[in-house]
């Protein structure tokens, strides 16, 4: 999988530029100040507006903004974002690699629509690296209860590949060479919660990977 993210450019204005930048050739002091004062405030904005924490060292697991959660095991928060009315958390089993991903996001307005947020997690899950390879095919939806409303939850198993640094010898579980295979499943869905959209995806892959993910999403609550 590998990384993207979604965002909108404001538009810019083409002869607004230009007229500035002939302010400038002229030697405009007052506009070179203007241009500074500009530099200075959207970097307060983008300072209060965007919050990037990546590793166990960064992240904090002890803050459940979206959802309460419980994860089998001990837990460890791998990565968190908080930028221009988006948020998503990520937390981690603490094996290696990590049997459950859990990942919780709040969608801006502008991703709201269905078509559009359903077009967004499809890339997000795309863009997720993890160690090793999930590789998800069968699909169903079920419908579950989630922060007390109903939600359709989308729900794939596959396998789940990881290199191994001992090749000298195979088990019954190894699909290739130097590769260990795993049973994965995989949870997506969507709530409506406090005029917001949500999400909640969990990976799992170990010897009972869908009961692994019943048991996190059990565990999920609106906050």
Not at 126 to 151: F, I, K, W
Request: net charge negative; glycine share 8%.
């Amino acid at each position: 999988m590998t990384p993207a993210d979604s965002t909108s450019t404001p538009p810019t204005s083409t002869n607004g530029n230009g007229n500035l930048g002939k302010w400038v050739a002229l030697g405009c002091g007052g506009c070179l100040g203007l241009m500074v004062l500009m530099a200075i405030a959207l970097t307060v904005l983008i300072n209060r507006t965007l919050k990037f924490a990546v590793g166990p060292d960064q992240v904090d697991t002890d803050n459940q903004d979206l959802f309460t959660y419980a994860l089998p095991g001990e837990s460890q928060g791998i990565f968190a974002m908080d930028m221009f009315g988006m948020q998503v958390t990520q937390v981690a089993s603490t094996d290696s690699p990590p049997s459950v991903l859990l990942t919780m996001g709040k969608l801006p307005r502008y991703l709201q629509d269905r078509e559009t947020r359903e077009a967004f997690i499809k890339e997000f899950q795309n863009s997720v690296t993890v160690e090793g390879n999930y590789q998800l095919a069968e699909q169903r939806v079920e419908e579950r209860t989630l922060c007390d409303q109903p939600v359709s939850v989308m729900l794939q198993s596959g396998r789940f590949e990881v290199a191994t640094e001992d090749t000298t010898g195979s088990t019954p579980g190894d699909s290739a060479e130097g590769a260990k295979a795993y049973d994965a499943a995989s949870l997506l869905t969507f709530v409506e919660y406090n005029n917001s959209a949500r999400f909640v995806w969990v990976l799992a892959h170990g010897d009972t990977p869908q009961a692994t993910a019943d048991q996190v999403f059990a565990t999920l609550d609106c906050r």
